[in-house]
């Protein structure tokens, strides 16, 4: 068509044209270039109100309901949980083993009873259409490696560039070549394991997974047994090396979180979004409570929103089990109503605000009530999740539990540790933390060596924890087997004479109630229980590469007391949050003259403002006390402008 120039309307209409494709081009361009997770993600995830059993029919409701009611508070990403692939039948349960769908190159895919639309070989295509139609972005849960089951189905690998098998050296590489059978998943033994990335054909084979899910139209991938006690840094680098060269822009997220301290999630931050720092959350006050030294360190280590996989990475506290639930591990949809008080679900909000947590809805939206809908949407809190920074925990404050108005003394600052009663038990960390140098090795007698913590060798704290090396005479045939592979590795026994060895990974997540000394299960050959002893008096997990330590936790997180933290807000307004982790009410007060404290080149004098739950105002507050009552388990919120 020719652009005639002497008409004036038509050629305004096509400069209107090129710049509306214009927009659109840079738009596109943009988007892939765009920082990813730039703020902390939020959105929706199936497992605390469906555990693994959702429907395409309930998932897709559940996407309707936030793309209408919570997408315009930046709640965008719908994900699916784990074992979409598994057949919802008779004897299928969370760690069963034979029950999954898996195409011919043994990847899982959407179990088309529950997921109709992935019939014909399409995956999850139509419900990522589904969900981008509705403005939101659309997540699945994987786990790490590849299933067992593959394995024992022999199943050719494919190579994403022929289109074909994967051949190397001659030969077709088949799934029982790459999987790690000693490094099953330490939770879900028989669903799934590692692959070696070391191999060519293990690398081909997690291309091949991811490469299909960005061809479904995926957004946001949870992989799950790759962190935490079940670290797996080969992998997570090497996803995340794929994740960057696709065209797509995928949010990388890593689970599980339990002992992650900063020392070890430093080593894969740089290749992911976000990443899980503790164990899973449920609706126990004992849950909540337990994020709270944990998201304290993370804050100190300078984490928040360090540099991440094309963009920032977010320490995450989990989701957010409000409103309409299920139960863990349990083979049905939800139920039952959440068990915290409405002082504790705030609490949690807010501790999730904060700390910048990623913030992912678990409840039922279809049965959701306007007091979680409210909590989940309050604007104040969301401004702090997305926007806050100097997020912090606030030291300065002291806590009385004398009525209000009474004076309070200055005496008791915070940490009040003494009435903490503390016990030790086994831990991983990196292996790069000093701390984890502890380890000595004693021959009592000739026959007899152990390997010993020394921290407690003088009995502060009654029996020094040792571990005995396992003197086999007879070699079992698994011995034989892997004994070449483990060479200089260790089974760690729980006395002399039983056959109980040291696990790296404990089965039970660890909340404030459930600590022993360490995780013994009997003896067998697999990665999961071989530790090296290094001469720098490190221990290393063969499973996870993580180095054992002896920790000290309380033994009542809900004891702990008073807490706070503090952020500062976009237009330098100070949030200062106190919570109270006591089962009694209590006074906490700080000094206005404290905040400048924490907060890079400020001077305060006097701030005036208001708490958010009360509405109560504060007056101005002129070289100050900051003080009020805080329920049990409750908190209080202020939002204050100081100069
Ligand atoms: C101890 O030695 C191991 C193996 O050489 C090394 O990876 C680790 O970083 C060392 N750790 C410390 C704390 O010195
Ligand atoms: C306010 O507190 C600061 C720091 O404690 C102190 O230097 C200053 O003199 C105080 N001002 C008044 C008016 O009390």
């Not at 899982?108 to 403005?135: C, L, N, Q, Y």
């Not at 797996?232 to 090396?241: L, M, P, Q």
């Not at 940490?415 to 502890?438: F, I, N, Q």
């Not at 020094?464 to 892997?482: G, Q």
Request: glycine share 8%.
């Amino acid at each position: 068509m020719k652009l005639s120039l002497s008409s004036s309307s038509s050629s305004s209409f096509f400069l209107l044209l090129l710049l509306l494709a214009l927009s659109v081009l840079t738009e596109a361009s943009n988007r892939k270039d765009e920082e990813r997770a730039s703020t902390p993600p939020r959105g929706w995830n199936s497992y605390d109100s469906f555990c693994w059993t959702v429907s395409e029919e309930e998932f897709l409701h559940n996407a309707e309901i936030i793309s209408e009611k919570l997408h315009a508070q930046k709640y965008e990403y719908v994900v699916v949980d784990y074992l979409w692939y598994r057949k919802k039948v008779p004897g299928a349960y969370v760690d069963s083993l034979g029950f999954d769908v898996i195409d011919e190159w043994g990847r899982m895919i959407p179990d088309p009873v529950r997921w109709p639309s992935s019939r014909g070989g399409k995956g999850f295509t139509e419900v990522a259409k589904k969900v981008h139609s509705m403005g939101l972005k659309f997540g699945i849960h994987v786990m790490r490696g590849i299933s067992t089951q593959a394995v024992n189905a022999k199943t050719p690998i494919l190579d994403t560039i022929t289109g074909g098998a994967y051949e190397e050296s001659g030969r077709v590489w088949y799934a029982q070549d790459i999987g790690l059978k000693e490094k099953a998943c330490a939770w879900m033994r028989n669903g799934f394991m590692s692959v070696n990335t070391d191999l060519g054909a293990g690398k081909a084979f997690l291309r091949s997974l991811y490469q299909q899910y960005a061809s479904w139209g995926v957004d946001f991938i949870k992989n799950d047994c790759v962190f935490g006690d079940d670290l797996n840094v080969n992998e997570i680098t090497y996803v995340s090396e794929v994740l960057k060269e696709l065209d797509r822009p995928i949010l990388y997220s890593l689970s599980p979180g339990t002992s992650v301290t900063p020392d070890m999630a430093k080593a894969v931050s740089g290749s992911t979004n976000l990443y899980r720092i503790t164990g899973d959350d449920w609706d126990s006050w004992g849950d909540v409570a337990a994020h709270f030294d944990v998201a304290r360190d993370f804050a100190a280590a300078k984490m928040i929103g360090s540099s991440g996989l094309l963009g920032r990475s977010w320490p995450d506290l989990d989701m957010l089990p409000l409103g309409y639930l299920t139960d863990p591990g349990s083979n049905e949809g939800p139920h039952r109503r959440c068990r915290l008080n409405l002082k504790e679900q705030r609490t949690q909000m807010t501790l999730w605000s904060m700390a910048k947590s990623p913030l992912m809805f678990g409840g039922d939206l279809r049965n959701i009530d306007d007091t979680t809908f409210s909590l989940i949407t309050n604007p104040i809190l969301l401004e702090i999740n997305s926007y806050s920074s100097n997020n912090a925990e606030f030291p300065y404050i002291r806590k009385s539990s004398s009525p209000r108005g009474r004076k309070l003394g200055r005496s008791r600052m915070y940490p009040t540790s003494m009435e903490e009663s503390e016990v030790e038990v086994l831990g991983l960390t990196s292996c790069k933390d000093p701390k984890a140098s502890r380890w000595l090795v004693e021959e009592p007698d000739q026959s007899l060596e152990r390997i010993c913590w020394k921290e407690n060798m003088e009995g502060r704290y009654g029996e020094p924890f040792c571990l005995y090396k396992r003197n086999s005479l007879v070699k079992s045939d698994e011995e034989i087997m892997y004994g070449s592979q483990y060479q200089g590795a260790l089974h760690l026994l729980a006395s002399e004479k039983a056959n109980y060895c040291l696990n790296a990974s404990p089965r039970r997540k660890i909340t404030s109630s459930e600590f022993t000394r360490g995780s013994f299960s009997r003896c067998t050959w697999n990665a999961n229980q071989m530790w090296e002893f290094h001469s720098n008096g490190t221990l290393i997990s063969s499973y996870s590469g993580l180095c054992a330590i002896m920790k000290k936790v309380k033994a009542n997180v809900g004891a702990a007391g008073a807490r706070s933290w503090i952020a500062t807000g976009r237009s330098g307004e100070i949030y200062l949050a106190f919570f109270n982790l006591n089962s009694d009410s209590m006074v906490i007060a700080t000094e206005v003259s404290d905040l400048a404290k924490v907060l890079p080149g400020r001077s305060i004098t006097s701030c005036v403002g208001k708490e958010i739950w009360s509405g109560t105002g504060l007056g101005r507050l002129k070289n100050g006390t900051i003080a009020t009552k805080v329920g049990s388990h409750d908190c209080a919120l202020y939002v204050l402008n100081c100069n």
